[in-house]
């Protein structure tokens, strides 16, 4: 899994994140997220803090915004989302700006990155939850969600399997290039281009579990093969995709057969996303949980 490096954001810290929550992880920050959204004032500000690449789901900040944008929409509507993001673009980037038109004008605005103004964050306060940009925008949030860039988690380190912040593999076995006989898949690993997903992880760990097979058991041994899906809603039943198929080549994992949802699909097809994305869940835990 992942790490967050708290220090790169200015001010932020493990504590704060006891009140600026990053969330990143599910359970208890999850949680503090949404009872500061739910106790915040209808007219209050919400700021949402990206990381910089590269990070555990790449889509993620951005449906995390339509879902805080929706609810605050329907909610409390005299409130707006301010994303500032360090980074010039963003994976599926057309279809969530149509989309952030489309339901959030008004609601949500996004501060992207470009060649004049940095949105990195350079200076946070914790107690008065004051925010500053390198390129000066400043602004005071109600609730602060702060996502700071990552890094593989400590286990990595302790291994000594890490390069950098992350962890190199062979893109044929997903085994660590710097320990013999030591797997590693998912969102620790240095795997470009395939992203940090669920849907990644689960795939490198069916190819890593038949080369298990293989060398202990002597099973037939498969060609690896790899396949990403990440869907995202932007509101409900308008659900995007972007995706692709791996093929180690040359060191590394090169896509084959990629796809991403277009600008001006009919609501069937983003519906039909939307119940593909709920089916694949489904299958995936199932799968992990051994459900009949």
């Not at 805080?68 to 980074?87: F, M, N, R």
């Not at 308008?238 to 009919?266: C, I, M, R, T, W």
Request: aromatic share 10%; charged share 25%; net charge positive.
């Amino acid at each position: 899994g992942i790490d967050l490096i708290y220090e790169s954001i200015p001010g932020y810290s493990l504590e704060a994140s006891e009140t600026l929550p990053h969330a990143w992880k599910a359970g208890v920050q999850t949680r503090i997220l949404r009872r500061q959204l739910v106790a915040m004032k209808d007219g209050g500000t919400v700021v949402m803090v990206a990381p910089d690449n590269p990070y555990r789901c790449p889509p993620g900040p951005y449906e995390r915004a339509s879902m805080i944008a929706h609810y605050l929409k329907t909610k409390k509507p005299k409130s707006k989302l301010i994303v500032l993001d360090p980074k010039k673009a963003f994976s599926k980037q057309p279809v969530f700006m149509e989309g952030y038109e489309k339901y959030y004008k008004g609601t949500l605005e996004l501060k992207l990155s470009n060649d004049i103004d940095s949105f990195k964050v350079t200076k946070l306060d914790p107690k008065t939850k004051e925010i500053e940009t390198k390129a000066g925008f400043k602004v005071k949030a109600d609730v602060a969600n702060i996502v700071p860039n990552q890094r593989a988690g400590a286990i990595a380190f302790k291994a000594g399997v890490t390069e950098g912040n992350w962890v190199p593999v062979d893109p044929e076995t997903f085994k660590a290039k710097k320990a013999a006989d030591v797997f590693v898949l998912g969102d620790a690993t240095i795997a470009a281009e395939m992203p940090k997903s669920a849907f990644s992880a689960n795939s490198q760990a069916k190819v890593a579990a038949n080369v298990i097979a293989s060398e202990l058991a002597g099973k037939q041994k498969f060609p690896a093969r790899f396949r990403n899906t990440c869907w995202s809603l932007i509101a409900p039943k308008d659900s995007v995709k972007v995706g692709a198929n791996y093929k180690a080549a040359e060191g590394k994992l090169a896509p084959e057969a990629s796809f991403v949802s277009q600008k001006g699909e009919a609501a069937s097809v983003r519906e039909a996303n939307f119940k593909e994305s709920a089916d694949w869940y489904a299958s995936i835990t199932g799968e992990m949980f051994n459900k009949a």
